[in-house]
C-alpha cells in the first residue's frame, strides 16, 4: 500500500442533520422500507418476463432486446437488495469483515452500473422501434435477431468500462478501523483520484445519461409523429379498412408499448443526475455538507424511483401485449390449476 493512497473512514457517510429528526427519520425508513417491497415484488416480476419471453422464443429480435432489459433490471434490484441488507441495523458490526463502505462501494457501482445498462437496452429498443415505422422495409435487413443478440451483448460489455473507470483510483484492502477496534476490507483511494475524478463524473454522470436520455425523447416523439401521419394516410386511401385498421393497431399498440417504457426511464430516472448536477453546484449537498441531510432524503426517494423504473416493466407488457398478457394468463392459469 503506498503512502500516498488515502483510507477512506466510515465516518465520511455521517451527515450533519439540520431537519427534524423526527420528520427525517420517519421519511427515510418509510421510504426505504417502500423500496425493499418494490425491489422484492421486482425481482419476482423481472423472473416472469424472463421467462414468459424464453418461451415466445427468439425468432424476434425484440424478445431478445426485452429478456436482456430484464436481465438487467434483475441485476439492478439485487444490487440494491444487497445495498439495503448493508446497512440493516441488525447486523452487528463486529460480525463484520468487510467495512460498510467497502459493500456500499461495491453494490452500489453494480447497481449504477446495471441501470445504466438498462437505459441504454431502452434506447436500443427506442431507436428499432422507430426503423421498424419510418423504414419497414428495410429494418429487418438492417437489425436482424442475430444484430439484437451482438448489440445487447455489447451495452453489457461496452458499459464495464464504468467499472474501470470508478474503481481505477479505488481498491480495497485490509485496515485498522479504530471506529470498530478491529481490522476490515476497508476502501482506499489512490493518488490519482482526485485528478481523475472529475472526467470519470464528466463521462458517466452528465454526458452518457444526458445523451441516452435525449436518444429516448427524441425516438418517442418521432415515433409518436411517424405513427400519426401513417395512420392519416391509411385512414385516407383505405375504402374496406379492415386489414390496414389492423395493422395500423397492432403498430400503434406496439409503438406505445416502447414509447411507455421510454418515458418511464426518462421520467424515473433523470432525477438521479438532475440530483448529481445539484452536488456539483450546491457544495453543502456533498457528503458531509451542511444539507447532507436533505440530499439523503432526496436521494432515498430518488432510489424508490430507480427501483420502480426497473421493477414496473411487466405492467406495461401486461397492459399493451395482447401475446404477453395470453402467455402470463396462461402460465398463472396452469400453477393455479397445480395447487
Wanted: proline share 2%.
Amino acid at each position: 500500500m503506498s503512502a500516498t493512497n488515502k483510507y477512506v473512514s466510515e465516518n465520511v457517510m455521517d451527515m450533519i442533520v439540520n431537519l427534524d429528526p423526527l420528520l427525517f427519520n420517519g421519511i427515510t425508513v418509510c421510504v426505504s422500507v417502500c423500496t425493499l417491497c418494490v425491489c422484492l415484488i421486482g425481482v419476482a416480476a423481472n423472473v416472469i418476463n424472463i421467462q414468459l419471453f424464453r418461451r415466445q422464443g427468439y425468432q424476434d429480435g425484440v424478445n431478445v432486446t426485452l429478456t436482456a432489459l430484464a436481465v438487467s433490471d434483475l441485476g439492478a434490484l439485487i444490487m440494491e437488495l444487497a445495498y439495503a441488507v448493508n446497512f440493516n441495523p441488525l447486523i452487528k458490526e463486529t460480525d463484520r469483515k468487510v467495512s460498510r463502505l467497502a459493500i456500499a462501494v461495491i453494490s452500489g457501482y453494480s447497481h449504477e452500473y446495471f441501470i445504466r445498462v438498462s437505459s441504454a437496452i431502452t434506447t436500443f429498443a427506442a431507436f428499432k422501434r422507430c426503423l421498424c415505422v419510418t423504414r419497414p422495409l428495410k429494418v429487418k435487413a438492417m437489425i436482424s435477431t442475430r444484430m439484437a443478440v451482438y448489440v445487447n451483448a455489447c451495452v453489457f460489455l461496452g458499459y464495464s468500462l464504468y467499472f474501470f473507470l470508478n474503481f481505477y483510483t479505488k481498491y480495497l484492502d485490509w485496515a485498522y478501523v479504530p471506529e470498530l477496534n478491529m481490522t476490515v476490507v476497508s476502501v482506499f483511494l489512490r493518488s490519482s483520484y482526485f485528478s481523475f475524478f472529475p472526467v470519470t463524473l464528466y463521462f458517466t454522470d452528465l454526458l452518457l445519461p444526458y445523451a441516452t436520455f435525449t436518444i429516448l425523447i427524441s425516438c418517442s416523439v418521432l415515433l409518436f409523429h411517424a405513427l400519426q401521419s401513417k395512420s392519416k394516410w391509411r385512414q385516407s386511401i383505405s375504402i374496406a379498412g379492415d386489414k390496414l385498421s389492423n395493422l395500423t393497431y397492432k403498430e400503434r399498440k406496439s409503438a406505445k408499448l416502447f414509447m411507455s417504457v421510454s418515458i418511464m426511464c426518462v421520467s424515473l430516472l433523470l432525477p438521479e443526475y438532475l440530483l448529481f448536477d445539484s452536488m456539483i453546484f450546491i457544495k453543502g449537498l456533498s457528503l458531509g455538507g451542511k444539507y447532507s441531510d436533505v440530499r439523503e432524503v432526496v436521494s432515498s426517494c430518488i432510489d424508490l424511483l430507480k427501483t420502480l423504473n426497473s421493477s414496473l416493466t411487466i405492467v406495461i407488457y401486461y397492459k399493451m401485449s395482447t401475446k404477453f398478457r395470453l402467455e402470463f394468463n396462461n402460465i398463472m392459469g396452469r400453477r393455479a390449476q397445480a395447487h
